[in-house]
């Protein structure tokens, strides 16, 4: 009787195992649209990603929730869009002194050191830790640094990265202060390493600890290839030239020397490249494992490219309400659950990470309902001591799948004064830089403004903007900015 209930519970046991892959989710940090080796518009050398689109499925109009790192990044943790989840702008000091360079002293209690996503927001780490994964974050976590919004009191097991949004590559000193962190301390172990292979490192014993044993999740956010943001002196011309753009080790700005324009995009490229061989080195490990069917791999840049090439055929930048801004390479891999090599154009977003990875999970805290536009809406249902918090995507596993067309018609951004909606195929921009309306289908690169001859459909295009700006308002107040 007993040996038949431990047989039966072994078997539940390993079925629940089996039933819940392991999920790496990559993201690199103002990785242009064009600038994957398969994609072929430059000359990339990206052969891991490559293959990972290979042997998944490549997004090509694929969003995020806005143009720059810390919102976008609160919302590929939250599933829910800036303006609902109070991270809707920068941590970055620069935003309130700007110019100013902050001495230690007045860091240590400065926005960048005190502000954070609100502690009531939970994270896909707080959300699958309850789904019984191991949880690790290996990066740019960009949440706050303060201890209490750092990664260990957010959901994860395992922290090794920066808190704060930029540093230089290789003192990882911002303000002239060593901000990584092992765990919840600051570490200085790493001076001098390239920051890539440091967080290669870390994400290789986090995998190696874990895989086999229980399910796991790997965050694993680059900064590469964001340009360094020491806020270092600066006063020494060799400083100055180093900070004013991404840094990259000898051996991979010299796979570019004389093919690409100059020396600075040759340094951009390098940092591609030398994360590309981190992410090649983690699915090897995984492989190693014999974990690769298992394991649900999702890879996306937090925002457009910041000017380094351009992001051809997108309009705009970095920081912009133009298609360059917001749309940005796109992979999953999980192989046997979605097909080899196939490439979608359907309309998808960020904001369908956190449910399509929890019900991969098998997470049994997410609630599917059928919202008042008759697309499903999915909800974190309250537990103790927390209440119950909407989410603003969808499941995209069908779309990814071919099965169904994607739920999504229309997506928001606001950042500050300038505002953009995309509802079907087109897309409204009201901004510092211009603006327009423009008929995605026929005119990806926003050129031919239709506002004067399409009058009624720049009229709802700005009701649905109103509509979803006033959910936003409506829903329960979260900070830093709204507190500050
Ligand atoms: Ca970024």
Aim: a neutral charge; one cysteine or more; proline letters at 5%.
């Amino acid at each position: 009787m007993w040996i038949r209930f431990a047989a039966w519970l072994l078997l539940l046991v390993s079925a629940g195992f089996a039933a819940q892959p392991n999920i790496v989710l990559i993201v690199s940090d103002d990785q242009g649209y064009p600038d994957l080796g398969c994609i072929g518009s430059k000359p990339l050398i990206t052969p891991n990603l490559d293959k990972l689109a290979a042997e998944g499925v490549r997004g090509t109009s694929f969003y995020v929730t806005w143009p720059a790192c810390t919102p976008s990044r609160g919302s590929i943790l939250t599933g829910r869009y800036p303006q609902r989840n109070g991270l809707y702008d920068m941590v970055r000091n620069d935003l309130v002194n700007f110019g100013h360079r902050y001495d230690a002293e007045e860091y240590a209690v400065s926005p960048e050191m005190t502000l954070g996503l609100d502690v009531r927001e939970l994270t896909l780490g707080d959300l699958l830790r309850k789904a019984g994964y191991a949880t690790g974050c290996v990066g740019k976590w960009d949440m706050g640094q303060a201890r209490r919004y750092l990664p260990l009191q957010r959901g994860f097991d395992f922290f090794y990265g920066h808190g704060n949004n930029g540093i230089d590559y290789y003192t990882h000193e911002r303000y002239g202060v060593p901000s990584l962190f092992r765990g919840n301390e600051r570490t200085e172990e790493d001076r001098g390493t390239y920051v890539t292979d440091v967080f290669r490192r870390e994400a290789l014993r986090f995998v190696n600890e874990q895989a086999g044993k229980r399910p796991f999740f790997l965050y694993l956010p680059f900064n590469a290839p964001h340009g360094a943001s020491s806020f270092g002196e600066g006063t020494k011309e060799g400083e100055k030239k180093l900070s004013e753009g991404v840094q990259a080790p000898e051996k991979y700005v010299a796979m570019y020397r004389g093919k690409v324009k100059d020396e600075r995009l040759a340094r951009y490229c390098g940092a591609v490249t030398c994360m590309d061989e981190a992410i090649g080195a983690v699915m090897e490990a995984v492989e190693k494992a014999g974990q690769t069917e298992n394991t649900l791999v999702v890879f996306l840049s937090d925002n457009g490219g910041s000017g380094n090439g351009g992001n051809a055929p997108l309009r705009g930048q970095k920081s912009t309400m133009w298609e360059g801004g917001l749309r940005v390479p796109f992979i999953v891999r999980w192989p046997g659950k979605v097909p080899a090599g196939r490439v979608t154009d359907e309309f998808l977003t960020s904001l369908e990470l956190v449910p399509t990875l929890l019900r991969a999970a098998n997470y049994d805290g997410l609630e599917e309902t059928v919202g008042k536009d008759g697309r499903p809406s999915f909800a974190l249902r309250a537990t103790k001591g927390e209440t119950a918090s909407s989410l603003d995507g969808y499941d995209l596993l069908p779309v990814l799948k071919g099965e169904a067309k994607s739920p999504r018609e229309e997506m928001f951004w606001q950042r500050r004064g300038d505002k953009a909606a995309r509802v079907g195929n087109w897309k409204w921009v009201e901004s510092e830089k211009g603006g327009g309306l423009y008929d995605l289908s026929t005119d990806l690169g926003e050129k031919k403004d239709l506002s004067a001859e399409k009058p009624e459909v720049l009229r709802r295009l700005k009701e649905r903007f109103a509509a979803w700006r006033a959910e936003m308002d409506a829903t329960e107040p979260r900070g830093p900015f709204r507190d500050y």
